[in-house]
């Protein structure tokens, strides 16, 4: 099951809050409602987490989402049929509630993002180029834990890997390229503005 590629940034949110039953949204549900290969509107929702607020500024939220996006983009490069998470990261949940703050904040934005997207540069988004993605998304994941120690930081790696869920969505090489220069930006902001004394701490060194 895949997300439709007609305003996919629009319809990632509305799937997640419409076609799950409940007050809250667990990761368990995602996968569920998108299917568990299909790669790019999972990694497009999660990424948007943490970019729109209120949700990224939840303490604690964009590592965990980090932690599921790394399980899943590894899983998708080792060529994974069934991807797998732990019960405790499946289970975790976040209220509907906040998802549909979230999207009233950012509607109007969102639209005009889907209005540009179309199919472009179709080679760009094969399966090799899911490959080298879900290997970029992995160190992005990653990036987002150092960069919950500066504020509003993880919005940079979030958003790189909202770019690359949405070029598979729909299928838009040009929106690739883009991630591509995002994600260097990103690995850039987190060698120079995390405070690398402060998060070898957490570690006890």
């Given at each position: 099951m895949t997300s439709s590629t007609d305003d996919p940034?629009?319809?990632?949110?509305?799937?997640?809050?419409?076609?799950?039953?409940?007050?809250?949204?667990?990761?368990?549900?995602?996968?569920?409602?998108?299917?568990?290969?299909?790669?790019?509107?999972?990694?497009?929702?999660?990424?948007?987490?943490?970019?729109?607020?209120?949700?990224?500024?939840?303490?604690?939220?964009?590592?965990?989402?980090?932690v599921v996006i790394i399980l899943f983009s590894v899983q998708i490069v080792l060529g994974a049929d069934h991807i797998w998470v732990p019960g405790f990261i499946e289970n975790r949940s976040i209220e509907k509630k906040k998802l549909e703050e979230a999207e009233d904040r950012t509607k109007k934005w969102l639209k005009r993002i889907d209005r540009m997207i179309s199919e472009r540069l179709g080679f760009l988004t094969g399966p090799w180029a899911t490959y080298i993605a879900a290997i970029i998304v992995t160190i992005l994941a990653a990036l987002m834990i150092p960069l919950e120690l500066v504020p509003f930081a993880v919005a940079a790696p979030g958003l790189a890997i909202t770019i690359f869920g949405l070029a598979f969505v729909a299928r838009d090489g040009v929106l690739m390229l883009i991630g591509y220069i995002l994600a260097a930006i990103a690995a850039g902001l987190t060698v120079f503005m995390v405070p690398w004394g402060t998060f070898a701490g957490w570690f006890g060194a």
């Open positions: 940034l629009e319809n990632v949110l509305d799937r997640a809050i419409e076609d799950t039953d409940g007050d809250k949204v667990t990761f368990g549900d995602l996968l569920d409602l998108f299917g568990h290969r299909s790669f790019g509107p999972v990694v497009a929702f999660l990424g948007l987490l943490v970019v729109i607020p209120p949700l990224g500024a939840i303490p604690g939220l964009p590592a965990v989402i980090g």
